[in-house]
């Protein structure tokens, strides 16, 4: 199902492009119209490049994560490879997609709408996936062990205990990293690369044609419309699944409070699920059943089956090994050529940036911390509050920060502010929210026991915060840290650069230093600086963050 609506969706954006089916050379930037009356167009058509990143996510969520879970080899390669593709910006990979896509499909709009379609998957995938494997390395032994004695298939064990333990941690990290890709969603339908101006039909390019018209009622109509779009879209679709997701939670506790949802209530009186069930109900069955005849084949010894599970593993094998040397031949090839482009004063200057860079994420992350612990506290451990507030912070983590930039841009213009300094808090705009959901998460897990217990032992104040609060949510903040850490250098690139008309205010930095890059098509700044951000973040996650999640990890043992 996620296949066919993936290539319905991708046909439809692809049909309706205006320019579709016309003979060219070149595919030509449409024109962005600022009339209110072609907002819902745009509206539609970014809608639809979100959904299809955010299936395309999933996907790849399911298969990497459930790899990396289940196989330690692999474990040691995809979650390092994993924090490289993290901290890789998603202008790099809109510069090495465009090019690549473009050449594929000459003279059609599909190259430019699938690299912009992978530019937003690159702003999804990463949370969600990291969700996923941490929920699958958690399942505790007993649940494992009764699916061992159960003698449960490896599809049973994935669809009795793995995928509904991981459900609330899928749900909560899948509305976290949609609002991730409405953060991009003005990068990836404005493509400026290797010196190509591309704009897609959508609001985000919408937006960025009003912010270089200096056109205020454009760019607040695009607000309201994004603003709409996103309370529809937690009402329909977000908040049912939060109230769903609550069946599959391994405990609750008697303070809980059922989360409701007037969609849900509307969906169990109406007649369109039991007519879903009726028509895809046989379907599911005759899976089920082939894949119990699978099952017992094997059980009993077949040897077709085991030969061709062999066979595909080693065909497997070879496809791992093919890529890994193809990966190192280019690797050796593109080190040699930067090398024979740049010398040691470029490499020098650029991890200069980065260390610059990292001061300002570093700042973002900590000053964000200052109020998300807090807020996320007391939202956390307060139902009632937490009842309020709660849709509130969903929409406000799906509002893209970044259509807030030109009005803290104005600001800076008025009143003399350094991006040096300001850049900042434009990085904490686009970060926090990773911190406050994880550190609400993590007070809401605090048992009641716990919270009874401090009581009777006389907890107050400073006290309570350092001696029991701060350490039953420490995992919590370390992994929102993390998070966080990895939004704000994706952040940087359009946080150091940002503009309103013809001022263009810039910071010393690694993240403009990229979108210098790509604007000028300077291929050999551009691999450079990503490989630089990439070691960067890699190294302070493994000297850094990782320390601070294995004693995060000893903390919860305890």
Not at 76 to 85: A, E, H, K
Request: aromatic share 12%; hydrophobic share 55%; glycine share 8%.
């Amino acid at each position: 199902m996620l296949v066919v609506a993936f290539i319905a969706g991708l046909w439809w954006i692809i049909w309706s492009s205006p320019q579709a089916g016309r003979a060219q050379l070149s595919y030509e930037s449409s024109h962005i119209s600022l009339a209110l009356t072609s907002l819902p167009y745009y509206v539609l058509r970014s809608v639809i490049r979100m959904v299809l990143a955010f299936l395309l996510s999933l996907a790849f969520t399911f298969v990497y994560g459930y790899i990396a879970a289940h196989n330690r080899v692999a474990e040691m390669v995809l979650i390092p490879l994993l924090d490289i593709l993290q901290s890789v910006p998603v202008l790099g990979f809109l510069s090495v997609s465009v090019a690549s896509l473009v050449s594929l499909f000459p003279g059609s709009i599909l190259g430019y709408e699938i690299a912009s379609i992978l530019a937003i998957f690159t702003s999804q995938a990463w949370n969600m996936t990291f969700a996923f494997y941490q929920s699958l390395t958690s399942i505790p032994r007993d649940l494992r062990e009764a699916a061992s004695m159960l003698r449960l298939s490896k599809w049973q064990t994935f669809k009795y205990l793995e995928l509904p333990y991981s459900i609330i941690s899928l749900v909560w990290n899948g509305m976290m990293s949609f609002g991730g890709g409405w953060f991009f969603l003005a990068a990836s339908e404005t493509i400026t690369v290797l010196g190509r101006d591309v704009q897609l039909p959508g609001i985000g390019s919408y937006m960025a044609t009003a912010i270089r018209a200096s056109s205020t009622s454009g760019l607040l109509a695009a607000l309201v419309s994004m603003v709409a779009v996103i309370v529809v879209i937690d009402q329909i679709v977000w908040r049912p699944l939060v109230v769903w997701s609550r069946k599959f939670k391994v405990e609750m506790t008697a303070s809980d409070e059922e989360p409701t949802s007037w969609v849900m209530e509307l969906l169990k009186k109406s007649l369109l699920l039991s007519f879903l069930e009726d028509a895809f109900g046989p379907i599911g069955r005759f899976m089920a059943g082939y894949a119990e005849r699978l099952r017992r084949g094997r059980r009993s010894g077949g040897r077709a089956l085991r030969l061709i599970s062999r066979v595909a593993l080693i065909c497997m094998d070879i496809l791992i090994v093919g890529l890994l040397v193809r990966g190192a031949f280019w690797f050796v090839r593109g080190i040699w050529l930067l090398w024979s482009v740049l010398d040691i004063g470029d490499v020098l200057k650029v991890f200069y940036l980065g260390g610059l860079t990292l001061v300002r994420v570093m700042a973002a992350v900590f000053l964000g911390m200052l109020w998300t612990i807090p807020a996320g506290v007391k939202i956390g451990t307060t139902p009632r509050l937490r009842r309020f507030l709660q849709p509130v912070v969903q929409v406000l983590a799906s509002f893209p920060a970044n259509m807030f930039f030109p009005f803290v841009t104005v600001l800076y213009i008025r009143y003399h502010i350094s991006m040096e300094i300001g850049s900042i808090p434009l990085m904490m705009l686009g970060t926090q929210w990773y911190l406050l959901f994880n550190v609400i998460g993590g007070a809401m897990s605090i048992p009641n026991d716990l919270n009874e217990a401090s009581v009777v032992y006389g907890l107050r104040g400073i006290q309570r915060w350092t001696k029991f609060i701060l350490p039953a949510i420490f995992p919590s903040v370390v992994t929102g840290g993390i998070t966080a850490a990895g939004g704000a250098w994706n952040a940087s690139i359009v946080a150091e650069v940002t503009s309103w008309g013809s001022t263009t205010l810039t910071a010393t930095g690694l993240g403009s230093l990229i979108s210098q890059a790509t604007n000028s098509g300077d291929w050999a700044m551009i691999v450079l600086s990503i490989s630089a951000m990439a070691a960067i973040v890699v190294g302070v996650n493994r000297l850094f963050w990782r320390r601070l999640y294995a004693r995060a990890e000893e903390m919860r043992a305890m």
